[in-house]
């Protein structure tokens, strides 16, 4: 089956992993047709894919794996997808094709494979598997770990080696990883946890499992490495993905597995590698019992916090504190510690909206108004939010007031609350208003949008005209041509004969050059055009460039 552009929906990453998925067998088509697919990837367990389809494009995709249940689109889905891709078209309706292709090819494969082992003896066979163990880690991991309740030291220290020996590679003798290594190393990183990982999960080896996938995070997050390319993300994805499985299975001990993620995020204070930590901690530890240290974990963090994170912080801190049982009272108390920070009540404000308790909601604001006096970002804010909730709330004079005082008050980007002004006021009241907007310094970026509006295209011409510098002709120009087409076009040549004459490269002059035709449909503009061009030519006979370019639009 042809699918269109479905590669484009997943990261980099995520796609590499789909593709070894796939190309493991781990996919099982169970029915596909023009509409939809349904399959079973096997992985950590075995995730159920629906994939939904029209007009050849992927319009919808659902896994019941933990990275999809985020919104995410996962190395599962993507692996179902390399699987149809991959499919030929025969006499046999599509489904049956995928499936005796599959069967096909395993058969074959494991057919050869049984009757190669069939003729050996008892002695080759263990001679042949002690030798495929000691010429490859992964053989020698499956066999020493079988019924092993964790692993040996020994295979501790092998892993340590293992990652020093990437880092040592990829870096230059003062430790540094350059942009030009930077990739490979974090894909051979994340290869080789892959690789680690796969016979510690085949024995349930949940813990020493764990162990491997931080000294992976730890060996990655302390390096010198310019990662422009962002390659430390794709090795703590790869993380994030198998702490998503391992922390909430039954052999996990999250009360050890919290404390390395308190080591670390101690270790990485301040850096990016405790931004990476936090969410894990926020998300998958979820056992009543640990929530009290990760109360405690989080006061330590957010007495040393920047403003930047420290919103963030409190709002998961309050959000556990729900989660534990704290009265409302306590965390009404725990809010008020905070309370001169404006993003406590911002979320107090619309808690109140939101239940619309709009007398509440004005007598705050009027109290956050006092305590960020000094900031006018703040104070725009807070008469935006007025003028919302006295709309909702009336009575409408003190609704019009509000706007009328936002919009005199505070610099306007646009021209919502004027023309909301406009709506809500007497028309015989709007002439005087309008007069103080043209003169009030917080409205004076909408001047043209104004003079547009309110139809005053021959005071918007006039003053382009008087302007040294009439740049703004260009966003006005298709309203304003229908009006004055001769003298916009006058405009537009004085305009560009200032450009030209300023011009000193090649790609200057072709620019202006170009912008001659958008002459043509004045009156007269080609004529006029050419009339410049001539001038230029008569000016300029040694700008060689200049001339080359104007040839070439055959002016």
């Given at each position: 089956m042809e699918i269109t552009?479905?590669?484009m929906l997943f990261a980099p990453h995520i796609l590499s992993r789909g593709?070894?998925?796939y190309e493991s067998e781990l996919v099982e088509i169970e029915a596909m047709d023009e509409q939809s697919i349904e399959a079973s990837v096997e992985g950590t367990d075995t995730y159920s894919v629906e994939i939904v389809l029209k007009n050849n494009r992927v319009v919808q995709m659902n896994c019941n794996c933990p990275y999809a249940a985020d919104g995410n689109n996962c190395k599962h889905m993507a692996a179902v997808l390399f699987a149809a891709d991959d499919t030929e078209s025969t006499e046999y309706p599509l489904v049956?094709?995928?499936?005796?292709?599959?069967q096909e090819k395993r058969e074959a494969r494991?057919?050869?494979l049984a009757k190669a082992i069939s003729v050996l003896s008892e002695e080759q066979l263990r001679r042949l598997l002690a030798d495929a163990a000691k010429k490859h880690s992964d053989i020698w991991d499956r066999i020493t770990l079988i019924g092993k309740e964790t692993v040996d030291p020994s295979v501790r220290k092998r892993w340590a080696a293992d990652l020093r020996d990437i880092s040592r590679r990829a870096s230059d003798r003062h430790g540094f990883i350059d942009y030009y290594h930077a990739s490979d190393y974090t894909e051979e990183l994340c290869s080789?946890?892959?690789?680690?990982?796969?016979?510690l999960l085949e024995n349930r080896l949940v813990m020493d499992a764990f162990d491997l996938i931080g000294m992976v995070f730890a060996e990655a997050l302390s390096q010198e490495i310019d990662d422009s390319d962002?390659?430390?993300?794709?090795v703590v994805s790869s993380c994030q993905e198998y702490w998503e499985d391992l922390i909430p299975s039954p052999e996990a001990d999250q009360a050890k597995m919290l404390d390395w993620f308190q080591s670390q995020i101690r270790r990485f204070s301040g850096d990016i590698g405790e931004d990476f930590l936090w969410p894990v901690v926020f998300e998958h530890f979820t056992d009543p019992k640990l929530l009290p240290k990760i109360l405690t974990m989080l006061d330590k963090r957010i007495n040393s916090a920047n403003e930047y994170s420290l919103e963030q912080l409190v709002s998961q801190r309050i959000g556990l504190m729900k989660q534990i049982g704290a009265s409302s009272q306590e965390v009404d108390a725990y809010r008020k510690r905070f309370w001169e920070k404006p993003f406590i009540r911002k979320q107090e404000l619309d808690r109140l909206e939101a239940e619309k308790h709009w007398k509440e909601a004005l007598e705050l604001l009027r109290e956050c108004e006092e305590l960020d006096a000094e900031d006018r970002y703040l104070l725009s804010e807070y008469s935006v939010r007025r003028i919302r909730i006295l709309k909702q709330s009336g009575p409408e004079w003190a609704w019009v007031g509000a706007l009328k005082r936002h919009?005199?008050?505070f610099p306007q980007r646009d021209m919502t609350y004027v023309s909301d002004l406009k709506q809500a006021v007497p028309a015989d009241q709007w002439p005087e208003l309008l007069r103080?907007?043209?003169?009030?310094?917080?409205t004076k970026s909408l001047r043209r949008e104004l003079q547009l509006s309110e139809g005053m295209l021959e005071q918007m011409m006039a003053e382009l005209e008087a302007s040294r510098h009439p740049y703004e002709l260009q966003k006005y120009e298709k309203e304003l041509r229908k009006v004055f087409p001769e003298r916009v076009r006058d405009l537009l040549l004085k305009q560009l004969d200032n450009q030209m004459r300023q011009a000193s490269t090649r790609s200057a002059y072709a620019r202006t050059a170009q912008e001659l035709k958008r002459l043509y449909g004045y009156p007269d503009g080609r004529e006029k055009a050419a009339e410049l061009a001539k001038t230029w030519r008569r000016d300029f006979p040694r700008r060689s460039a200049m001339l080359e370019e104007l040839k070439k639009v055959k002016l």
């Open positions: 552009d479905w590669k593709e070894e998925y049956e094709c995928i499936a005796r292709r599959g494991d057919g050869a080789y946890l892959d690789e680690a990982i796969a016979p962002g390659g430390l993300s794709f919009v005199f008050g103080q907007l043209f003169q009030n310094e917080n």
